[in-house]
Nanobody, 124 residues
Framework: QVQLVESGGGLVQPGGSVSLSCVVS????????MGWFRQAPGKEREFVAT????????GYGESVQGRFTISRDDARNTVYLQMNDLKLEDTAVYYC?????????????????WGQGTQVTVSS
């Protein structure tokens, strides 16, 4: 059984930083693209970041470009999301996802496995 478990969320002030982790069990992520998505209250889930299998290619949503960084450690079967210069509008539940393909993709339908999410709240 494949499980993705996110951690690292919490309450942070505007301008602050948070690092999220996603540990995957039951399946090696080495050949899989990994992604982060988020869903704010009353809004649809949106793409945040993706990294290709092997880590050579990354992609970001326009609203987080330059502030967030996705990375992966295949030896630990873990993917990370470093979030800097956080804004109020970054408040959301953040989800980790694993794709069947190695290519970095932004479309959530191409991701087969999902975590339960971790809440990030940006507030003063």
């Amino acid at each position: 059984q494949v499980q993705l478990v996110e951690s690292g969320g919490g309450l942070v002030q505007p301008g602050g930083s948070v690092s999220l982790s996603c540990v995957v069990s039951g399946r090696s992520i080495a050949s899989s693209a990994m992604g982060w998505f988020r869903q704010a209250p009353g809004k649809e889930r949106e793409f945040v970041a993706t990294v290709s299998g092997g880590g050579g290619v990354t992609g970001y949503g326009e609203s987080v470009q330059g502030r967030f960084t996705i990375s992966r450690d295949d030896a630990r079967n873990t993917v990370y999301l470093q979030m800097n210069d956080l804004k109020l509008e970054d408040t959301a539940v953040y989800y980790c996802a694993a794709a069947a393909d190695f290519r970095a993709v932004r479309t959530e339908e191409l991701y087969n496995y999902w975590g339960q999410g971790t809440q990030v709240t940006v507030s003063s």
